[in-house]
């Protein structure tokens, strides 16, 4: 696939449109609600009470929040505006008869998912490091927290080109999204479930995520799930620009 500058046209327009969006203060709040209500009930409140691995809660359970946050905003973002675009508003025939090329398209719309995951990352951050200054954040984080919006990124294009409908949206989060939200290691450590459930978590991309950006170092099982989310990513990714290029509608 041919790939140049094309995509900053893409990626401008999407930008903008979040940039209108911002605007509106109750918009921004809303946002960030659902996580903030999560920091404040299980890190503040229950989390005076529980230690893990010698450490606060809260010092496990934000970085877990930021995964959260940007999985949720990179998908939910690429995939409700894709799908309204090509089925509702018209505007995604448009890039298509525009002398783009598919790469061009996916990677505007991956790249606008990626900035909206990593805003909303940043403010539920912001909130967090008020509560625990101390937390440490080493180059293994912002580089699992990029690599964790590319991927849902992704996964929103693959949703967005495949909905039928605005319901059909709603339909893949709550059963890919939602579930992932609360069973991947966000609010508790994934090897304190039970083993028939362990083999169904570890499936899920979250997790892996999960389990690397708490990490300080690279070690066996970090690997590991660097390997797990660079697959989910290129298999994503690859799905996507198959789906663009052969869009017909």
């Not at 809303?30 to 503040?44: D, E, K, R």
């Not at 002398?99 to 998912?113: N, Q, T, V, Y």
């Not at 008020?130 to 954040?137: F, W």
């Not at 997790?207 to 950006?213: G, K, P, Q, V």
């Amino acid at each position: 696939m041919k790939l140049s500058l094309d995509w900053y046209p893409v990626f401008l327009r999407e930008m903008l449109l979040f940039k209108h969006k911002l605007l509106r203060v109750g918009y921004l709040f809303s946002a960030m609600v659902a996580p903030i209500i999560y920091l404040v009930t299980f890190g503040l409140g229950l989390g005076k009470q529980i230690n893990v691995h010698g450490g606060s809660y809260l010092a496990f359970l934000l970085p877990g929040l930021v995964a959260m946050t940007s999985m949720n905003n990179s998908y939910t973002w690429v995939a409700s505006s894709l799908n309204l675009n090509r089925l509702y508003f018209k505007t995604f025939q448009v890039l298509v008869q525009a002398p783009l090329s598919p790469a061009s398209i996916l990677i505007g719309e991956i790249l606008s998912g990626v900035c909206k995951g990593l805003f909303a990352s940043a403010l539920i951050l912001i909130v967090g490091l008020i509560a625990t200054p101390n937390l440490s954040m080493p180059w293994i984080f912002w580089s699992t927290l990029l690599l964790n919006c590319f991927l849902f990124a992704s996964l929103g294009v693959i949703v967005g080109m495949r909905a039928k409908s605005h319901e059909d949206t709603a339909t893949y989060s709550n059963f890919f999204i939602m579930p992932m939200a609360f069973l991947s290691g966000t609010f508790f450590r994934v090897d304190m479930m039970p083993a028939y459930l362990k083999a169904v978590i570890y499936i899920l991309p979250l997790t892996h995520t999960n389990i690397l950006i708490r990490k300080t170092a690279m070690d066996s099982s970090a690997w590991t799930s660097l390997t797990v989310l660079l697959c989910y990513s290129a298999f994503c990714f690859l799905y996507g620009a198959k789906l663009i290029r052969d869009y017909q509608e």
